[in-house]
């Protein structure tokens, strides 16, 4: 008896950790679009690792994948880039965050990301004030942890957050996660460009 509850405790607090997205078909596809700022075709040219981490430079070499990555824009259906190179970053997403293989194309979708602000040196309260005209940006399929508010990425940064903004005054940075960015030939992948 002490051996099954062991395993059902077990089983069940693996579901706790797993990622949790809305279902996304024909009937709700125009209210997903209404969620994000970006629907993008794009494909993956490099990683994007301002820190310089050594685990994510170990990854990108020997598997040619990564969770935060610079993407080559191929299609754009909604939103405005300029440039033909866009930034894709997961920040605090946990077990929604999904990895991305060099070469490949997906379909990325999202909310543009307009600053980082390290919490170890200014309010959240402060920043939000200053910035008051940043429309909100509301996102569902959230992990609890995600701490993102009106453009606006807040966390306790060792080095700052100099290099994540100089970042954004080169291209375009689109939050997104698995619940938001799909392979092209997958069935979602396929729904979203069918809906476009």
Same mark, same amino acid.
């Given at each position: 008896?002490?051996?099954?509850?062991?395993?059902?405790?077990?089983?069940?607090?693996?579901?706790?950790?797993?990622?949790?997205?809305?279902?996304?078909?024909?009937?709700?596809?125009?209210? !997903?679009?209404?969620?994000? /700022? %970006? @629907?993008?075709? *794009?494909?993956? $040219?490099?990683?994007?690792?301002?820190?310089?981490? =050594?685990?994510?430079?170990?990854?990108?070499?020997?598997?040619?994948?990564?969770?935060?990555?610079?993407?080559?824009?191929?299609?754009?259906?909604?939103?405005?880039?300029?440039?033909?190179?866009?930034?894709?970053?997961?920040?605090?997403?946990?077990?929604?965050?999904?990895? !991305?293989?060099?070469?490949? /194309? %997906? @379909?990325?979708? *999202?909310?543009? $990301?307009?600053?980082?602000?390290?919490?170890?040196? =200014?309010?959240?309260?402060?920043?939000?004030?200053?910035?008051?005209?940043?429309?909100?940006?509301?996102?569902?399929?959230?992990?609890?942890?995600?701490?993102?508010?009106?453009?606006?990425?807040?966390?306790?940064?060792?080095?700052?957050?100099?290099?994540?903004?100089?970042?954004?005054?080169?291209?375009?940075?689109?939050?997104?996660?698995?619940?938001?960015?799909?392979?092209?030939?997958?069935?979602?992948?396929?729904?979203?460009?069918?809906?476009?």
């Amino acid at each position: 008896m002490r051996i099954f509850l062991l395993i059902f405790l077990f089983l069940t607090s693996i579901n706790s950790f797993a990622c949790e997205c809305s279902e996304l078909h024909k009937n709700n596809v125009e209210e !997903f679009k209404s969620e994000v /700022d %970006y @629907i993008l075709i *794009g494909t993956v $040219i490099d990683q994007l690792n301002p820190e310089k981490t =050594e685990y994510l430079d170990y990854s990108w070499k020997k598997d040619k994948d990564a969770y935060d990555i610079i993407v080559k824009v191929k299609k754009v259906f909604k939103g405005n880039i300029q440039t033909d190179t866009l930034y894709i970053t997961q920040f605090f997403n946990g077990a929604c965050s999904r990895k !991305f293989s060099a070469g490949k /194309d %997906y @379909i990325f979708t *999202g909310k543009e $990301i307009k600053k980082f602000v390290d919490q170890n040196k =200014e309010s959240k309260t402060d920043s939000i004030i200053r910035n008051d005209s940043i429309p909100p940006m509301i996102m569902t399929n959230t992990p609890p942890e995600y701490k993102f508010e009106e453009g606006v990425i807040y966390d306790n940064f060792e080095d700052g957050t100099d290099k994540w903004n100089s970042l954004l005054t080169k291209h375009k940075m689109i939050w997104t996660n698995q619940c938001y960015s799909f392979n092209i030939d997958s069935s979602i992948g396929q729904l979203l460009i069918e809906k476009i």
